[in-house]
T-cell receptor, first 111, second 113 residues
Framework: AQSVSQHNHHVILSEAASLELGCNYS??????LFWYVQYPGQHLQLLLK??????LVKGIKGFEAEFIKSKFSFNLRKPSVQWSDTAEYFC?????????FGKGTRLHILP | DVKVTQSSRYLVKRTGEKVFLECVQD?????MFWYRQDPGLGLRLIYF???????EKGDIPEGYSVSREKKERFSLILESASTNQTSMYLC????????????FGPGTRLTVT
């Protein structure tokens, strides 16, 4: 069955630093992957998704993620973070008609 | 825009009380979900529903029940609230079958004292 693991539970960066958040998935046939984000006080929302095609996926607010099949990874990246990127980020994988979420990474950006 | 609303943002209840959390979606989605979110544990699925009057247990259904009498509404019930049910509860909906994205409500922060 599909599952995901996120390596970092808490990340602190300064503004303008580059970001990479790790996500690994377990093999389970066709691979579809999501990244969700939850800004402070806001509802969880979709950041980007991979279903098929180009393994480099671009999402909202300058985020991107690369699906690397050989490494079972779907890491989230942003070249230059802003204070407003402070949030909790969840990697997720569909399983049947449900979605299995990772435990989340809290990102704190220092101004 | 898909809108998922939850009846309360904050709720304080006493141990042993029966608690109802309501969720309504306005996009005619077939699927609805209830999660609880706890620090360091991510989102854990409590119950979900594919259709009216239909429910399936998620990963942590103990101590909870659900009701779906109308397509747009999905209720989570804590029959006898306990302190270990203090948590953030998130409702979500998605369309049809397949790996469709889920749309989330703002959450209800429940405190059981």
């Amino acid at each position: 069955a599909q599952s995901v693991s996120q390596h970092n539970h808490h990340v602190i960066l300064s503004e303008a630093a580059s970001l990479e958040l790790g996500c690994n998935y377990s093999y389970g046939g066709t691979v579809n992957l999501f990244w969700y984000v939850q800004y402070p006080g806001q509802h969880l929302q979709l950041l980007l998704k991979y279903f098929s095609g180009d393994p480099l996926v671009k999402g909202i607010k300058g985020f991107e993620a690369e699906f690397i099949k050989s490494k079972f990874s779907f890491n989230l990246r942003k070249p230059s973070v802003q204070w407003s990127d402070t949030a909790e980020y969840f990697c997720a994988v569909p399983r049947d008609d449900k979605i299995i979420f990772g435990k989340g990474t809290r990102l704190h950006i220092l101004p | 825009d898909v809108k998922v609303t939850q009846s309360s943002r904050y709720l304080v209840k006493r141990t042993g009380e029966k608690v109802f959390l309501e969720c309504v979606q306005d996009m005619d989605h077939e699927n609805m979900f209830w999660y609880r979110q706890d620090p360091g544990l991510g989102l854990r699925l409590i119950y979900f529903s594919y259709d009216v009057k239909m429910k399936e247990k998620g990963d942590i259904p103990e101590g909870y029940s659900v009701s779906r009498e109308k397509k747009e509404r999905f209720s989570l019930i804590l029959e006898s609230a306990s302190t270990n049910q203090t948590s953030m509860y998130l409702c979500a909906s998605s369309a049809g079958t397949g790996p469709y994205e889920q749309y989330f409500g703002p959450g209800t922060r429940l405190t059981v004292t």
